[in-house]
């Protein structure tokens, strides 16, 4: 088949979930022998973002198209899903599959125009703290196109799926991201740069947004007597008061140490050697780092809404959304009780690796991409 995927900022990168998985998707599908043509967006750009492409290029067997942006955060999204809509219905593709809710607001016209579409949203991106009323108001669109237009949509979680058949009584198809198995590596990069060594640290690793509940992670982390730092690590996104914020919280204690986007051999070593890595989020999709973080066998502390807690489920630890006085109970308790970190470490990787594979999640995906073509 000759497929589109439009929605992320850019392959290769981390800077988001999105990425992952839609470079996951395209380079697996290839592989398959699939001709598959992925949506760049082009301009502001991760510093250090590795292999920037240029428009015409290739990238492990993928076709890249680079669409121009605005400029103006809050245009950038809706000017580059406009443009690589325009330009993905005169390229004949078997299949146009539209990821996350804002870029799925142009998604009607491929169907107007007869050509099959699928959807995956990866988060109900309109309950996000960071976006304001426009922004809001063109994801809900965009929500409203995936669930009437799409002709498959795909959701992440069981959450999300009764989101969709509660608000638009629209049926979706669960297919959760997946994780690949890592290298396991010592801490010596971390080392020499951060001052940080095995088990001596609690890992954030997240987008630095509001909805990812950071700040929830460091007043209760601030309220606790321990030696072991509290280390976050993350990129922001349209979160530039909040960050600054989070600054000016992490600068009252000289154990938080914030390292901003990190990538590579760094990143392995991070998750390698965590103690403990916590996830206190409001709103999720389908967190990534949270099955990377099991993958790399570390002990995972998560909010108990569904979409983390349906990832760790026995296999880690939850504590009450939103509830400081809860997290601050079970980090004293898992900081106190290294028995039971030791315990979840033991079980995490083996049972998430069994749970959340990439090849079934292509499988799955190629096969919703056949019946919509079926359809025809």
Same mark, same amino acid.
């Not at 509660?166 to 801490?187: M, Q, S, W």
């Not at 993350?234 to 990190?262: C, N, P, W």
């Not at 880690?316 to 004293?332: A, C, H």
């Given at each position: 088949?000759?497929?589109?995927?439009?929605?992320?900022?850019?392959?290769?990168?981390?800077?988001?979930?999105?990425?992952?998985?839609?470079?996951?998707?395209?380079?697996?599908?290839?592989?398959?022998?699939?001709?598959?043509?992925?949506?760049?967006?082009?301009?502001?750009?991760?510093?250090?973002?590795?292999?920037?492409?240029?428009?015409?290029?290739?990238?492990?067997?993928?076709?890249?198209?680079?669409?121009?942006?605005?400029?103006?955060?809050?245009?950038?999204?809706?000017?580059?899903?406009?443009?690589?809509?325009?330009?993905?219905?005169?390229?004949?593709?078997?299949?146009?599959?539209?990821?996350?809710?804002?870029?799925?607001?142009?998604?009607?016209?491929?169907?107007?125009?007869?050509?099959?579409?699928?959807?995956?949203?990866?988060?109900?991106?309109?309950?996000?703290?960071?976006?304001?009323?426009?922004?809001?108001?063109?994801?809900?669109?965009?929500?409203?196109?995936?669930?009437?237009?799409?002709?498959?949509?795909?959701?992440?979680?069981?959450?999300?799926?009764?989101?969709?058949?509660?608000?638009?009584?629209?049926?979706?198809?669960?297919?959760?991201?997946?994780?690949?198995?890592?290298?396991?590596?010592?801490?010596?990069? &971390?080392? #020499?740069?951060? @001052?940080?060594?095995? $088990?001596?640290? !609690?890992? +954030?690793?997240?987008?630095? =947004?509001?909805?990812?509940?950071?700040?929830?992670?460091?007043?209760?982390?601030?309220?606790?007597?321990?030696?072991?730092?509290?280390?976050?690590?993350?990129?922001?996104?349209?979160?530039?008061?909040?960050?600054?914020?989070?600054?000016?919280?992490?600068?009252?204690?000289?154990?938080?140490?914030?390292?901003?986007?990190?990538?590579?051999?760094?990143?392995?070593?991070?998750?390698?050697?965590?103690?403990?890595?916590?996830?206190?989020?409001?709103?999720?999709?389908?967190?990534?780092?949270?099955?990377?973080?099991?993958?790399?066998?570390?002990?995972?502390?998560?909010?108990? &809404?569904? #979409?983390?807690? @349906?990832?760790?489920? $026995?296999?880690? !630890?939850? +504590?009450?959304?939103?509830? =400081?006085?809860?997290?601050?109970?079970?980090?004293?308790?898992?900081?106190?009780?290294?028995?039971?970190?030791?315990?979840?470490?033991?079980?995490?990787?083996?049972?998430?690796?069994?749970?959340?594979?990439?090849?079934?999640?292509?499988?799955?995906?190629?096969?919703?991409?056949?019946?919509?073509?079926?359809?025809?």
């Amino acid at each position: 088949m000759k497929i589109a995927m439009i929605g992320h900022k850019r392959i290769p990168s981390r800077e988001g979930g999105v990425e992952i998985v839609v470079e996951e998707l395209a380079t697996k599908m290839v592989q398959e022998g699939h001709d598959v043509y992925v949506y760049n967006r082009a301009g502001h750009h991760v510093s250090g973002a590795e292999n920037d492409v240029k428009i015409g290029k290739m990238y492990r067997g993928v076709h890249i198209i680079t669409i121009p942006t605005s400029a103006k955060k809050s245009l950038n999204a809706t000017v580059y899903s406009i443009l690589a809509t325009l330009h993905a219905v005169f390229h004949h593709y078997d299949v146009i599959h539209y990821h996350a809710s804002g870029s799925c607001a142009m998604l009607w016209l491929p169907h107007l125009l007869g050509i099959h579409t699928v959807a995956t949203i990866h988060g109900i991106d309109s309950q996000r703290a960071k976006w304001g009323g426009f922004a809001t108001k063109y994801l809900e669109f965009g929500e409203k196109c995936a669930a009437k237009y799409a002709d498959e949509l795909i959701v992440l979680s069981e959450g999300n799926k009764q989101y969709f058949k509660d608000t638009y009584g629209r049926e979706a198809t669960l297919i959760p991201n997946g994780v690949a198995k890592p290298e396991i590596l010592e801490a010596n990069i &971390i080392t #020499e740069k951060f @001052g940080l060594e095995k $088990d001596e640290y !609690i890992l +954030f690793l997240a987008r630095i =947004v509001p909805e990812k509940g950071l700040h929830y992670l460091i007043k209760a982390y601030k309220q606790i007597h321990t030696d072991k730092k509290l280390v976050i690590v993350g990129g922001t996104s349209h979160s530039d008061d909040y960050v600054s914020k989070i600054k000016r919280a992490a600068r009252e204690d000289d154990r938080i140490m914030l390292l901003g986007f990190q990538q590579g051999k760094v990143l392995e070593e991070l998750y390698s050697n965590a103690y403990l890595y916590v996830l206190p989020s409001d709103v999720e999709g389908m967190p990534i780092s949270l099955l990377e973080a099991m993958s790399y066998g570390n002990c995972c502390l998560v909010s108990d &809404i569904n #979409e983390t807690a @349906g990832v760790v489920r $026995d296999k880690g !630890i939850t +504590f009450k959304q939103g509830d =400081v006085e809860d997290l601050k109970e079970k980090l004293t308790q898992l900081l106190d009780d290294k028995l039971e970190v030791h315990e979840f470490k033991n079980q995490a990787a083996d049972y998430v690796l069994k749970r959340y594979n990439w090849d079934d999640v292509v499988a799955r995906t190629i096969k919703l991409y056949s019946g919509a073509l079926n359809t025809l």
